[in-house]
């Protein structure tokens, strides 16, 4: 093999190689940074372009379609001092290159740390019902928090979510005691007002039977005032017939206490026998 062969095959070498350096084909959804001699020179869009090998470089290769960074769960301190769960998930979207790669080192932990570092300050500030119902407060809040920031780094914030939302595991113990001891409550007081109620309605039947009892007791004594009346006004000044329904009734009585399951001794007075011929003699006069 010649030196003239040699020469002219590394020469074409070199040519492929300087081809290879200078032309560059981006994709569609990206942009690239070019830093000619260690200094930002220009940005290439999607397409066939064309740079100066050796003295250009592609330093920086951005995607400018949505990006999708996924905040990692962390523990909260609430106001009233509980601990809670939750992480979030931010669509991002590049919308100033030069910013991106130039204003912060790493754009992506960048917005990732700014994120949990607010959430921490949002939901601080928040009681533990307060936070974990109020989702769509606390999303609205943290857009707003981070969309400055986020413009100076050459980003636009478009969404951030907040995937989960929960108490740790020794809130969910404590709220699960507490809620039990609450329905606990709440069927004790439950009780307490039926049996308040009973002995309200027993108060007011024995009331009611007390009432009634004693209108009964004034229309009898008013039922035998009306009789003792009427007898005295039919009887006049003899008194026999009254005698007579005396003597029956008293008659009557003795039968009944006699027959009586509970009497066990009957004990009759000893001028009975002269009390009742006495009545009745008195009639037969």
């Given at each position: 093999m010649s030196p003239e062969f040699i020469v002219v095959l590394a020469f074409l070498a070199f040519v492929v190689i300087t081809l290879a350096k200078g032309v560059r084909i981006v994709p569609q959804g990206e942009e690239w940074i070019v830093e000619r001699v260690g200094k930002y020179f220009g940005t290439l869009l999607p397409g066939l372009r064309i740079i100066i090998p050796y003295l250009d470089r592609v330093a920086y290769k951005l995607v400018t379609k949505d990006i999708i960074l996924d905040v990692q769960e962390q523990e909260i301190i609430t106001?009233?001092?509980?601990?809670?769960?939750?992480?979030?998930?931010?669509?991002?979207?590049?919308?100033?290159?030069?910013?991106?790669?130039?204003?912060?080192?790493?754009?992506?932990?960048?917005?990732?740390?700014?994120?949990?570092?607010?959430?921490?300050?949002?939901?601080?500030?928040?009681?533990?019902?307060?936070?974990?119902?109020?989702?769509?407060?606390?999303?609205?809040?943290?857009?707003?928090?981070?969309?400055?920031?986020?413009?100076?780094?050459?980003?636009?914030?478009?969404?951030?979510?907040?995937?989960?939302?929960?108490?740790?595991?020794?809130?969910?113990?404590?709220?699960?005691?507490?809620?039990?001891?609450?329905?606990?409550?709440?069927?004790m007081v439950t009780k307490a007002e039926g049996e308040k109620q009973s002995v309200i309605l027993q108060a007011e039947g024995r009331l009611e039977s007390a009432r009634r009892d004693a209108e009964a007791q004034v229309t009898l004594a008013d039922s035998s005032s009306q009789a003792i009346a009427r007898l005295s006004a039919a009887l006049g000044t003899n008194d026999t017939p009254m005698l007579y329904l005396l003597g029956e009734k008293y008659i009557a009585a003795l039968g009944k206490l006699s027959q009586s399951e509970n009497a066990k001794l009957v004990v009759l007075p000893a001028d009975l026998q002269e009390a009742v011929r006495g009545i009745m003699g008195r009639f037969k006069a």
């Open positions: 106001r009233d001092n509980a601990v809670i769960l939750t992480n979030a998930i931010a669509f991002i979207k590049v919308t100033d290159p030069i910013k991106a790669v130039y204003g912060v080192t790493d754009f992506s932990e960048a917005i990732r740390n700014m994120i949990m570092t607010t959430l921490r300050s949002i939901i601080g500030e928040m009681d533990l019902d307060q936070a974990l119902s109020g989702r769509d407060k606390i999303k609205v809040r943290l857009k707003e928090s981070i969309a400055d920031e986020a413009i100076d780094w050459g980003l636009t914030v478009k969404s951030v979510e907040i995937q989960d939302i929960r108490p740790s595991q020794s809130m969910q113990r404590a709220m699960e005691l507490q809620a039990s001891a609450e329905r606990e409550r709440k069927a």
